[in-house]
């Protein structure tokens, strides 16, 4: 079993900041890919972010979080984090992180986190 656990949602102005947290525990032998999902009420989950193990990461197509948010792992404590600058009321949804990666020989897994809300007001 692999848990994922989110931090650090919350309820911030427009053009204000968070940083988003997420630990992997349990009885994983390694993480391949990390990254960050969300949805928006109404909408489907869409990607905002993933990174691999070597620090490449990879943002949405669309222009809607490149140049605002960063990801960022630490592969010695299984955490990645999402940094969101410049935040806008769209931002608004529920964030899930995600990992994938191996439990064993031929074992893989695929794991999300609860979801954390971040609320931006205008």
């Known amino acids: 079993q692999v848990q994922l656990v989110e931090s650090g949602g919350g309820l911030v102005q427009t053009g204000g900041s968070l940083r988003l947290s997420c630990a992997a525990s349990?009885?994983?032998?390694?993480?391949?890919?990390m990254g960050w999902y969300r949805q928006a009420p109404g909408k489907e989950r869409e990607l905002v972010a993933t990174i691999t193990t070597g620090g490449r990461a990879n943002y949405a197509d669309s222009d809607s979080v490149k140049g605002r948010f960063t990801i960022s792992r630490d592969n010695a404590k299984n955490t990645v984090y999402l940094q969101m600058n410049s935040l806008k009321p769209e931002d608004t949804a529920v964030y899930y992180c995600n990992a994938n990666g191996e439990l064993g020989p031929f074992r893989r897994f695929d794991a999300w986190g609860q979801g954390t809300q971040v609320t931006v007001s205008s």
């Open positions: 349990g009885s994983l032998f390694s993480i391949d890919a």
